[in-house]
């Protein structure tokens, strides 16, 4: 390949990595609220999470789940699950929230 096919491949994908998306502000409001470890365990699972599916990308297995019903259903349900199990854990961290925040609020009397 040629310096002037893949000078502009590269600048547009400097151009699209620079650019703050939905991950980067999903990023920084963790990081803001919930302080520097949370931001940087929110970053490690997107890069993870991107990291699989460029993988999935660059192997080929794109065209096989498309091609197979039954595996992309599977991998759905899988998906669907492990949202439910984490939408359990933050309603459980929820209702324990006020019995934590009652027992920081008697040691200080």
Same mark, same amino acid.
Request: avoid cysteine; proline fraction near 4%; aromatic fraction near 8%.
């Given at each position: %390949?040629?310096?002037?096919?893949?000078?502009?491949?590269? %600048?547009? @994908? *400097?151009?699209?990595?620079?650019?703050?998306?939905?991950?980067?502000?999903?990023? =920084?409001?963790?990081? %803001?609220?919930?302080? #520097?470890?949370? &931001?940087? #365990? /929110?970053?490690?699972? @997107? =890069?993870?999470? *991107?990291?699989?599916?460029?993988?999935?990308?660059?192997?080929? *297995?794109?065209?096989?789940?498309?091609? =197979?019903?039954?595996? @992309? /259903?599977?991998?759905? *349900?899988?998906? &669907?699950?492990?949202?439910?199990?984490?939408? @359990?854990? /933050?309603? #459980?961290?929820?209702?324990?929230?006020?019995?934590?925040?009652?027992?920081?609020?008697?040691?200080? #009397?």
């Amino acid at each position: %390949m040629s310096i002037e096919l893949i000078l502009p491949e590269a %600048m547009a @994908l *400097l151009v699209v990595t620079a650019s703050p998306g939905p991950a980067t502000i999903a990023t =920084s409001l963790v990081s %803001m609220q919930q302080g #520097r470890t949370d &931001g940087l #365990r /929110f970053g490690a699972g @997107l =890069s993870v999470g *991107l990291g699989f599916w460029g993988i999935v990308a660059a192997t080929g *297995l794109g065209v096989l789940l498309q091609g =197979s019903a039954q595996v @992309l /259903f599977a991998l759905k *349900l899988v998906g &669907g699950l492990y949202l439910l199990w984490v939408a @359990l854990q /933050f309603f #459980r961290s929820a209702i324990d929230a006020p019995t934590s925040v009652a027992k920081i609020a008697n040691e200080g #009397r």
